[in-house]
């Protein structure tokens, strides 16, 4: 589950201790408890000095298991940006016009790409150029919703799921029981302070139903956040002298579904073909929005399988069973297997009970607000 170049990396998480949620940090091999030091991920991450912090050894790295490694962050807002990569951005579409049925989708496919594929993949989301391309495709009525936030000055950003939902390495990841058409979305997930800070990167799964957002966009809540539909981690790994935004900017994410009748699946999320910069999309989502125990902000995937499973023209979509693998050396791996939000673990560890958890522990100090 670990970067490459683990040893030269500050890498955070959380674990499930028997007294409850614990921040922890990889050191020597070992992973250690820093909850006395910073109760919370985003207290921890609001610190300078994290490669240096002391703490009660939990065990070897090599002894986690899914039962101890949670996603690796609690209290913060868990956003996402979509539409940000050309491919993603014309498969959007083919969602929209083939109204969420995955049987109509190949038809779609071939034309609409050889009317839009070159014109988004060269232009820069906001420009000038842009926008005499957004002039000409809607008087060939070709404009979409879809590539209004693909190359118009706003990007899409909307929230993925609820604060402490998310599933780490190891669990079960849900698509909804309801959803014929779907796919995982394998992704690098920016993880961000109070004071707008990018301090550093996770991988992340946003598990996407696309025959419900096919047939309305206003039923994105719906395709995105479900139970168990968000996947974090392994662990999130700090920016430092051995990794940087640049690092972020050019890390390939690799993808394979291994399905339980043998499927097999590869994919891949080049982040130098994204059409705006993370730190934009950063700021996009920072723009009139305060987040005062930070947030963790996917950054979109070109990953969109056509490849068909059973039936021609069909397409891919998820089966229960399937084993789900998304890997970059800096980032290490995430493996989650699907199933559906309704069989997935109940989300039952809320805020409150975090609260009551941290307080019981005597790990909450008094804060004095101005």
């Known amino acids: 589950m670990l970067p490459t170049d683990w040893n030269q990396a500050i890498l955070v998480g959380r674990v499930l201790r028997e007294a409850g949620p614990s921040p922890v940090i990889l050191r020597d091999g070992s992973v250690w408890?820093?909850?006395r030091e910073a109760p919370t991920v985003a207290d921890l991450l609001e610190r300078d000095d994290i490669a240096n912090l002391s703490g009660e050894r939990?065990?070897?790295i090599e002894d986690l298991t899914a039962d101890m490694l949670l996603a690796p962050i609690d209290l913060q807002c868990v956003k996402a940006a979509g539409v940000t990569f050309a491919v993603s951005a014309i498969e959007r579409v083919i969602?929209?016009?083939?109204?969420?049925?995955?049987?109509?989708?190949?038809a779609i496919r071939g034309d609409l790409?050889?009317?839009?594929?070159?014109g988004i993949r060269?232009?820069?989301?906001?420009s000038p150029e842009a926008a005499n391309l957004k002039a000409a495709l809607i008087e060939a009525g070709m404009w979409s919703q879809y590539l209004e936030v693909a190359i118009g000055p706003d990007a899409e950003v909307f929230t993925k799921a609820p604060v402490l939902s998310a599933v780490g390495w190891g669990a079960e990841i849900g698509v909804r029981s309801d959803s014929?058409?779907?796919?995982?979305?394998?992704e690098v997930v920016v993880i961000v302070d109070s004071t707008g800070t990018i301090r550093g990167a996770t991988l992340g799964n946003d598990v996407n139903l696309r025959d419900f957002e096919g047939r309305s966009a206003l039923l994105l809540g719906k395709a995105k956040d479900n139970n168990a539909s968000t996947s974090l981690g392994p662990f999130i790994r700090v920016f430092d002298a051995n990794f940087t935004m640049d690092d972020v900017r050019g890390a390939e994410i690799d993808l394979l579904i291994e399905g339980p009748e043998g499927y097999r699946l590869e994919g891949a999320n080049k982040m130098s073909q994204i059409s705006r910069d993370p730190?934009?999309?950063?700021?996009?989502a920072l723009s009139e929005h305060q987040y005062p125990d930070g947030f963790a902000l996917f950054l979109g995937?070109?990953?969109a399988p056509i490849q068909d499973r059973d039936h021609p023209g069909r397409g891919f979509t998820h089966k229960s069973g399937d084993l789900v693998s998304i890997s970059s050396p800096k980032l290490g791996k995430l493996v989650n297997r699907v199933t559906t939000s309704k069989a997935a673990a109940p989300w039952a560890l809320g805020i409150r009970d975090l609260m009551r958890n941290l307080a019981d522990r005597g790990l909450l100090a008094q804060k004095i607000f101005a």
């Open 33 to 35: 408890d820093v909850s």
């Open 58 to 60: 939990v065990c070897a």
């Open 95 to 106: 969602e929209e016009r083939a109204r969420g049925d995955s049987g109509a989708a190949a």
């Open 113 to 118: 790409e050889a009317k839009v594929g070159s």
């Open 122 to 126: 060269s232009v820069v989301p906001g």
């Open 180 to 186: 014929d058409w779907n796919n995982p979305e394998p």
């Open 279 to 284: 730190t934009e999309l950063v700021r996009q």
């Open 301 to 303: 995937t070109l990953f």
